[in-house]
């Protein structure tokens, strides 16, 4: 289908709760590439054709993004049925570069770090301008789709019934912000170093892995841009210090951001929402994959953390809380479901 006849083809090893199988395909003399075949039934063929135009479309507008290859027969997704079953296919294009954690989370010599929280704003926002002009022709579910209060009563266990009321709280509030063209579009959805490469030569960021993307309030991608900027600073015991670098970090991204398309201030006022809708969409993850998975249901230490910060309406992921510790960063007590 994808003319890959001599190319050499490996697996890349699986994450917990992941939903597709992965494999990276090299020859000698091309650009290295990256297939993906989805096996659970969860998403639909037009799913997928949302997902890969999407993707095109944004490389075509000039987004760096690892962009969709077509097949032999030049479709941007290809189906096989197999025993009764069928599997969604796609190539895309090797970003160039490593991620960060394959570098061990050095930024590249000679530059400032403060190079590389600019470039995650700007190659955002620059994803988000693209967004703002992109009209679909197999369109992708939005939020509310899956977010809603029957989804969440059903996959949350009665226990947690705090759990399931602060969120539908949440939801009540984001029903009644602004959905116009500037707020609220094709968003990512999973924006973090776990789904772009860095060429450490020059610092340009690829992003990939658009499995998630849906149409949602662009402030949810900067929201997760900050809660994965804790990384860098979750071992500073003063809140002081922490809150301080924070501030100075996401002023960085935010410059790099809003050199390509507009935020306004009333959007910006609401990232502490946001973040708790970051931490929302976690904990409905977790959950998801424990259904997924057939796994017993239970509250490790991390997704302790998460239900207590939304039970008690803690702020900015507790990172300035007494609830957090440099020690076990983001664990809490485990408790039963």
Not at 39 to 58: A, K, M, N, T
Not at 101 to 122: F, L, M, Q, S
Request: proline share 3%; with cysteine.
């Amino acid at each position: 289908m994808f003319g890959l006849e001599g190319w050499v083809i490996r697996q890349i090893p699986p994450h917990e709760g992941g939903r597709n199988v992965v494999y990276t395909c090299e020859k000698e003399g091309a650009n290295a590439k990256i297939l993906r075949i989805a096996f659970l039934p969860d998403r639909s063929r037009e799913d997928f054709l949302g997902e890969v135009e999407y993707i095109r479309y944004l490389f075509e507008h000039g987004g760096t993004v690892a962009d969709v290859v077509s097949s032999k027969k030049g479709n941007l997704l290809e189906e096989i049925t197999h025993n009764n079953r069928t599997f969604f296919v796609c190539l895309f294009e090797k970003a160039k570069g490593k991620m960060l954690v394959e570098n061990h989370y050095r930024y590249r010599d000679g530059a400032p770090i403060t190079e590389y929280y600019y470039n995650c704003g700007k190659v955002l926002g620059k994803l988000h301008q693209i967004s703002k002009g992109y009209t679909p022709t197999h369109r992708r579910y939005s939020f509310f789709d899956k977010f809603n209060a029957e989804y969440i009563d059903k996959l949350i266990p009665d226990s947690l019934s705090l759990t399931k009321e602060k969120m539908v709280q949440i939801l009540n509030t984001l029903k009644g912000l602004d959905m116009n063209q500037e707020t609220f579009g094709m968003i990512h959805f999973d924006y973090n170093d776990g789904n772009y490469s860095i060429d450490f030569n020059t610092g340009q960021i690829t992003v990939y892995d658009f499995d998630n993307s849906c149409f949602g309030w662009y402030m949810y991608d900067l929201a997760s841009l900050w809660t994965h900027g804790v990384g860098w600073t979750q071992s500073e015991p003063d809140a002081g210090k922490r809150r301080k670098f924070m501030d100075d970090y996401f002023e960085t991204v935010l410059a790099g951001y809003r050199f390509e398309t507009k935020l306004e201030d009333s959007m910006l006022d609401r990232l502490p929402l946001f973040i708790q809708v970051c931490i929302m969409e976690s904990i409905v993850d977790a959950f998801e994959v424990m259904q997924n998975t057939g796994k017993e249901l239970e509250c490790d230490e991390e997704l302790s953390y998460l239900i207590k910060c939304l039970e008690d309406d803690i702020p900015y992921k507790g990172f300035f809380h007494d609830i957090y510790s440099c020690e076990e960063p983001f664990e809490y007590e485990e408790r039963k479901i």
